[in-house]
């Protein structure tokens, strides 16, 4: 028997803590099941993990970093991912044998496995990566938000050594999409973990039954439910939609303030605070299409980034004039 487990939150929040302390304790407690940690951070690339602008060809490393360690485990377990697709490709290949590696390490002979996923997993899309695998073959998923006030966070992650940027952190924080199990079910088995005073012992048992209890919810399988399937089209849709705006928007930004500096000079005293300026339009307009109903009527409507680049910059330009910005 197989279960995925989740841990997710801000960097500071004690994620990395917390699964250190179930996998040791499962370890060491239950004679039936092996618990592996995965340290996102340890595996993706450090130098374009929390870049703001992960676009072009850091953004693809980014993201088959993370489909790596899912494919790894998948071939440890399965042994349905060919690890051709890695194992002959120079940029990947040394990650996926360290994977190997480490899980073939832990994995001794007992009836569970439990991984045990570390990362800020703040993007629902991220989480739901994980949940596809484990649907795909009927294994057990759970997962657990460490809960922590973004102050908190900032002040623990300043005292690291490797430190997270305190904008990267609150920008986290400002799209960080929490579990919602009414609008996706797939979502039912997770458990908020408050670790705003560090006091995970007091926690532990419910968070040991929690673990454990995974291995008897197995994700439903893909025939089990259309509604599933539909959602899991509609969320990819979405993700792929909304930062395909993103950086349209950025783009626009950029051009603005290209045209800003023409006009004012480099050694304008003003241009730091009209970066701030068409920055709060770009994520203004996000927002609003986050929380728009027709959001799902404009991902069928502009396919073509063509015409989603109009449709973006006649708004942009619109909410530009509104702050007395003249771009023509």
């Known amino acids: 028997q197989i279960s995925l487990l989740v841990i997710y939150g801000l960097p500071g929040a004690g994620k990395t803590s917390l699964c250190r302390l179930l996998s040791s304790t499962l370890n060491d407690i239950d004679e039936q099941v092996v618990s592996i940690p995965i340290c996102y951070d340890s595996i993706l690339p450090k130098e374009i993990h929390f870049q703001e602008e992960n676009a072009g060809y850091e953004n693809k490393i980014w993201k088959n970093t993370r489909q790596l360690i899912l494919d790894s485990i998948e071939h440890c377990e399965c042994h349905d991912h060919s690890p051709a697709t890695w194992v002959s490709d120079p940029s990947y290949s040394p990650k996926w044998c360290h994977i190997i590696e480490m899980i073939q390490s832990y994995r001794k002979v007992r009836p569970r496995c439990l991984y045990i996923l570390d990362d800020n997993f703040y993007y629902r899309s991220m989480r739901y990566k994980v949940y596809q695998l484990a649907r795909k073959h009927s294994w057990g998923y759970g997962q657990i938000w460490v809960k922590c006030p973004l102050e908190v966070a900032l002040h623990r992650n300043s005292c690291r050594d490797n430190s997270v940027t305190q904008s990267t952190i ?48 197995p994700a439903a399988s893909a025939s089990s439910t259309d509604d599933l399937l539909r959602e899991q089209d509609r969320l990819i849709c979405a993700a792929n939609f909304m930062y395909q705006a993103d950086q349209i928007l950025r783009k626009l930004v950029s051009k603005s303030m290209q045209q800003y500096v023409r006009k004012v000079g480099k050694l304008s005293s003003q241009l730091a605070g009209t970066s701030k300026e068409f920055n709060k339009i770009r994520k203004d307009i996000i927002a609003d299409l986050r929380q728009d109903a027709n959001l799902s009527s404009y991902q069928s409507e502009y396919t073509d980034s063509g015409q989603l680049l109009c449709v973006l910059n006649r708004i942009y330009e619109k909410k530009c004039l509104m702050k007395g910005f003249e771009l023509r």
């Open 170 to 217: 609150t920008r986290m924080d400002a799209n960080f999409e929490i579990a919602n199990s009414d609008k996706f079910p797939w979502e039912c088995n997770n458990l908020i973990f408050d670790n705003t005073y560090e006091n995970q012992d007091d926690c532990r048992k419910t968070l040991l039954d929690f673990t454990t209890n995974t291995f008897m919810k």
